[in-house]
């Protein structure tokens, strides 16, 4: 696959996770809105840090606040995961898995979130929901070929999925106290 020559930008997310009342395990998604690298893309409330971040996390936590109205006091981390690149953009995205307590409605951040999505992780790893595509970027060369799931009308993919497949099965087998 072919990779742009572009430097390093640092990012953190957060990988939220929560049990409603119902107790279907689910994972929060954003869809990012129409602006910017990402474009309508599913992924996790984050994005690079800031003079003022005192870490990583502290970048994660800011991002979750800003994007979708968690406050630290509504996330706790459960562990920090593995970093992933993107292939196109040049993150380096260094994920933080945590169980959140959302309010009663979610509070995003307008333009630069489209939507926030409740994906239950019993749907996430059905069969049905994985599929193969091919994406392209303004500026890149080559169409992408990558895998993605379903989720609704969208596909999640990319790094997002990097970050979240190998997490579904630990999260059905209850690895975290969630």
Do not use: C
């Not at 995961?81 to 309010?103: C, M």
């Not at 994406?135 to 979240?164: E, K, M, N, S, Y």
């Not at 579904?168 to 969630?178: E, H, K, S």
Request: proline share 11%; net charge negative; glycine share 8%.
């Amino acid at each position: 696959m072919t990779q742009l020559a572009t430097p390093i930008i640092m990012a953190a997310v957060v990988v939220p996770v929560f049990r409603p009342a119902d107790g279907e395990l689910r994972v929060v998604l954003v869809r990012r809105g129409e602006q910017g690298p990402h474009a309508g893309e599913l992924a996790f409330p984050g994005g690079k840090g800031e003079p003022g971040d005192a870490s990583l996390l502290a970048t994660a936590l800011r991002e979750i606040r800003e994007e979708i109205g968690l406050a630290a006091e509504q996330v706790a981390v459960l562990e920090d995961l593995p970093a992933v690149d993107t292939l196109v953009s040049g993150y380096r995205i260094f994920p933080f898995l945590a169980r959140v307590r959302p309010a009663p409605a979610w509070r995003f951040q307008a333009g630069e979130i489209a939507e926030v999505i409740e994906a239950k992780v019993r749907d996430l790893v059905r069969p049905e929901a994985r599929a193969d595509g091919v994406f392209r970027f303004p500026g890149f060369p080559d169409a992408i070929p990558a895998p993605f799931l379903r989720v609704g009308p969208h596909r999640l993919w990319g790094a997002t999925l990097r970050i979240l497949d190998p997490l579904l099965p630990r999260l059905l087998a209850g690895d975290w106290p969630i």
